[in-house]
């Protein structure tokens, strides 16, 4: 095996871009179904949303904020940006760039009404609520066993969406957020791979 070759384990294994997008799609609509059975089936209800500029702005600054520190903890932390690496590979590196405002959407939108929109009110829209629910949307990041930087971080990145949905009382905060940060770290991340493979010629 030569210097540039990753041992098999860590070789992410590639789909097509049909197959990530019709995965992010069936992961966004089995997490819709699992928050309306919530709904339906318990004494629950969605957090309350609010079309608000005051706090469509807010989640977006939240959103760059999370970004940011994504992209330090990228640089600086060799393990989450292996396992960042890894998991972008799979998801990323099949679809161009129109692709990523679905990467945007659908996973802010269903992550966030299972998570924060039904989870919270569901367990006490309280700090364990929080803590629940933050670990739940960090293992739902989980591709590998080796794979745990990633869902740290992630777990991480819940603490502040969850928090920011307790102290708005509007889930419009936290969608914003998420949605905000897919799309600008996602398009971070094709950018650097576009001008790392252009070196290398």
Same mark, same amino acid.
């Given at each position: 095996?030569?210097?540039?070759?990753?041992?098999?384990?860590?070789?992410?294994?590639?789909?097509?871009?049909?197959?990530?997008?019709?995965?992010?799609?069936?992961?966004?609509?089995?997490?819709?179904?699992?928050?309306?059975?919530?709904?339906?089936?318990?004494?629950?209800?969605?957090?309350?949303?609010?079309?608000?500029?005051?706090?469509?702005?807010?989640?977006?600054?939240?959103?760059?904020?999370?970004?940011?520190?994504?992209? @330090?903890? $990228?640089?600086?932390?060799? !393990?989450?940006? %292996?396992?960042?690496?890894?998991?972008?590979? &799979?998801?990323?590196?099949? #679809?161009?760039?129109?692709?990523?405002?679905?990467?945007?959407?659908?996973?802010?939108?269903?992550?966030?009404?299972?998570?924060?929109?039904?989870?919270?009110?569901?367990?006490?829209?309280?700090?364990?609520?929080?803590?629940?629910?933050?670990?739940?949307?960090?293992?739902?990041?989980?591709?590998?066993?080796?794979?745990?930087?990633?869902?740290?971080?992630?777990?991480?990145?819940?603490?502040? @969406?969850? $928090?920011?949905?307790?102290? !708005?009382?509007? %889930?419009?905060?936290?969608?914003?957020?998420? &949605?905000?940060?897919?799309? #600008?770290?996602?398009?971070?991340?094709?950018?650097?791979?576009?001008?790392?493979?252009?070196?290398?010629?």
């Amino acid at each position: 095996m030569t210097n540039d070759q990753k041992p098999e384990s860590e070789i992410p294994p590639y789909l097509t871009r049909t197959q990530v997008l019709a995965a992010i799609g069936a992961t966004a609509i089995f997490l819709w179904i699992i928050a309306k059975l919530w709904l339906r089936f318990s004494n629950v209800y969605l957090m309350s949303w609010r079309w608000e500029e005051n706090e469509l702005f807010l989640g977006a600054v939240l959103g760059l904020i999370i970004t940011i520190f994504s992209s @330090l903890a $990228y640089k600086f932390w060799n !393990s989450y940006r %292996l396992s960042a690496d890894y998991y972008l590979d &799979i998801v990323l590196k099949p #679809l161009v760039l129109p692709d990523l405002i679905w990467v945007g959407l659908l996973p802010g939108l269903s992550e966030e009404l299972l998570f924060r929109g039904v989870m919270l009110p569901a367990l006490g829209f309280n700090h364990l609520a929080v803590i629940i629910s933050s670990i739940c949307f960090g293992v739902l990041h989980l591709n590998d066993s080796q794979q745990w930087s990633y869902v740290i971080w992630a777990t991480v990145v819940g603490f502040v @969406l969850g $928090y920011s949905a307790i102290i !708005s009382g509007n %889930l419009l905060v936290p969608i914003v957020a998420h &949605i905000t940060t897919n799309l #600008l770290s996602s398009f971070i991340w094709k950018l650097l791979q576009y001008f790392e493979i252009n070196h290398q010629k």
